[in-house]
């Protein structure tokens, strides 16, 4: 059961990313995956209108590539809102972005064991 604290806390929360979002909904497309690599776009500046949430985006996007889930997890912000400000950001201009790597094969234990064991005999 959740206290009055608790649901104070999830109602200001929903304000909050209501509020941040401008009430728009959010992206249902998968350009912006969770590990969709951005980075800010050369000689680009913030725009002028830039909340505190956009203007936090461009100083940690300005280190080089991050993954859209750590921006979110960075920011303290629900994914959805995070992609839907880093799509905001894409579509001007301002961001780069570049689809994860893909996920690597798994190899087979012989050829492990065989690189293993030349690992171990090299030392």
């Known amino acids: ?19 941040i979002t401008g009430g728009r909904q959010l992206p249902t497309d998968d350009e912006l995956s969770l590990h969709t690599l951005v980075t800010l776009a ?6 002028l209108t830039a909340g505190p949430e956009v203007r ?8 080089g590539y991050l993954a859209v889930v750590e921006v979110a997890a960075h920011l303290g912000l629900p994914v959805g809102v995070a992609r839907l ?3 905001d950001l894409a579509e001007q201009g301002h961001l780069l972005r570049r689809a994860a790597p893909p ?7 012989a050829v492990i064991e065989k690189v ?3 690992l171990l005999k090299a030392l």
């Open 1 to 19: 059961m959740s206290g009055h604290g608790e649901d104070a806390l999830v109602s200001s929360e929903l304000v909050r990313s209501y509020v």
């Open 103 to 109: 996920r690597a094969k798994p190899q087979e234990r």
């Open 85 to 87: 400000l880093l799509t």
């Open 56 to 63: 936090a985006i461009w100083e940690l996007c300005s280190g």
């Open 116 to 118: 293993l064991h030349g």
């Open 42 to 47: 050369p000689d680009r500046q913030p725009p």
